[in-house]
DNA sequence: CGTATTCTTGAGCGACTTCAAGTATGGTGG
DNA sequence: CCACCATACTTGAAGTCGCTCAAGAATACG
């Protein structure tokens, strides 16, 4: 519809320098965190709090996610093993995070992380990157957000399948509830979606939230 | 419907003297970029296309967003004058930009602005705390997508107040379909909720885009 | 001054929500 | 290992908010 090429004379980057999937940064020896164990539903950092810290999943996985006023919560994203999240420019977080399960993650000093950007310009571009990467993943959402309900348990399927998916099914680690919260939509709606997705050979139950994707095609054309 | 003019190459004499208001990036005088004036309704940039650029809106209003399939649009962001678009960590755009009105954009070239950074630690932190806004805002604008109709109504106008009020009333540079496809809403509704927030003298119209906010607090409390 | 565009208004409808049970599931102590 | 309870999930029926379809009014522009 609106998608036309345009003409340049400077060459594309080179992508892998830029975008790196999986961020290795916090590999790095020298920054040093303390791996923290967080029980299932136990709050990592609320909003409003000062924001001294940078995380990492080292495994199990984690929501953040917002209030209103009345008590409406808006699930921001999800971080599964690997991933990090806290990263805020402000001196305060914007929004809670909690532990979806049993989780191990790795908890990094702002201050040091700042440092040791200020000294290696690759890292400074790391940290940046992966900010970036967040912004873009939270426009998505955004645009999820106004797609039917059909629409976003499809793509909410797809994107979980991509980040978790083994041995032929995915395994979710989060709610009805925090699916529905993350969708905006309401567990009932939620649960009703999947039950028809199952009732139309879409997906296949193995437990409530043990899915085998069985026509992909059909979820990726409801992604629009 | 939306006509598509584009640039192709960047004239080279024209430089910038710049006058802004909000974040010192790109108030370098090393930092060189070129003013480009753009029509109503004229594509900056559009998504898929490599991402050479920065953007910094000098005088004018940017639309930034993205289309579904079957064209339904999600307005990602508008952007006005002072403020700084389409930093991105891909190689390309992942959403588009037009101009909203007649907009003069300084264009920046990523390249330049990331040899600044790597050599400049300041540079780089401020790049950094730029798209960590961004991505704090479009954050919000997430949790915006779960309100009510008058609730992001009252959340856009409070938001448009603060970042272009003058002389006691708003001028909105952008039409109701804009502002309907910002906040996942049909035009409408929009209009729909404008006229019973000025049947109830929350709002008092002089003209469909000027409109002086006449209960402030009523809005706030919309806003939860 | 006429035409195109933008904005408003109305009526009916539909997707999702709300309210209300009912049914699995999983963890715990006996 | 089973009985029990709490929690999570599903299902149904009715209601509602925002959408769709359809004109009509206001505004901008040549």
């Known amino acids: 519809m ?4 345009r003409l340049t004379t400077v060459p594309r980057e080179v992508k892998a320098a830029v975008v790196t ?11 040093n965190g ?3 164990p967080f029980e299932r539903n136990v ?13 990492k999943v080292l495994n199990g996985s984690v929501r ?8 409406r919560r808006q699930i921001t994203a999800f971080f599964l093993a690997g991933e990090i999240f806290g990263l805020e420019s402000d001196g305060e977080h914007s929004y809670s995070a909690e532990a979806i399960d049993k989780a191990t993650i790795l908890v990094i000093r702002r201050c040091g992380m700042f440092s040791a950007a200020e ?3 690759e890292i400074a571009h790391q940290l940046w990157a992966l900010t970036a990467a967040e912004l873009k993943r939270s426009q998505n959402h955004a645009l999820l957000l106004i797609k039917t309900a059909k629409e976003r348990i499809a793509a909410f399927l797809l994107d979980m399948a991509q980040r978790l998916e083994g041995n032929g099914y995915v395994e979710l680690p989060m709610s009805r509830q925090d699916i529905a919260d993350y969708l905006g939509l309401t567990i009932e709606t939620v649960s009703r979606t999947l039950t028809s997705f199952s009732e139309g050979s879409t997906i296949q139950f193995m437990g409530s939230r043990r899915i085998v994707l069985r026509n992909r095609s059909e979820l990726r054309e409801l992604n629009a």
């Open 64 to 71: 953040t996610y917002k209030v209103l006023s009345d008590g």
């Open 34 to 36: 303390v791996t923290m």
């Open 43 to 55: 709050e990592i950092f609320g909003e409003g709090e000062p924001a001294e810290y940078v995380y």
């Open 21 to 31: 999937a999986h961020p290795s940064l916090f590999n790095n020896a020298w920054i």
């Open 119 to 121: 000294s290696n310009g």
């Open 2 to 5: 609106i998608s036309r090429t």
